[in-house]
């Protein structure tokens, strides 16, 4: 484990390095894939049926087709669980 070295910005950067370049051989030595942070965005493809039933969906609901997706998919996966 890395010490804590001191309490300026150009020390608290340095520990934060040092900390990921730790995490990061660690991940290596034990074969694990560092974890990564999501963005919350992904593009899918889905037929002109779906996409146009989805659509009137989100405009008969007045709210946002990626609204309407998003709902979709938590509902599939609070199920799936």
Sequence with gaps: MVPYEGTGLEDLEANFHAAVDEYLAFC??????????????????VGPDL?????L????????????VQQALEEYLSQAS
């Design 28 to 45: 290596n030595e034990t074969g694990k894939t560092p974890d990564v942070p999501f963005k919350g965005t992904f593009n899918f493809r």
């Design 51 to 55: 996409h146009r039933r989805a659509a």
């Design 57 to 68: 969906l989100a405009e008969s609901r007045k709210t946002k087709l990626n609204t309407v």
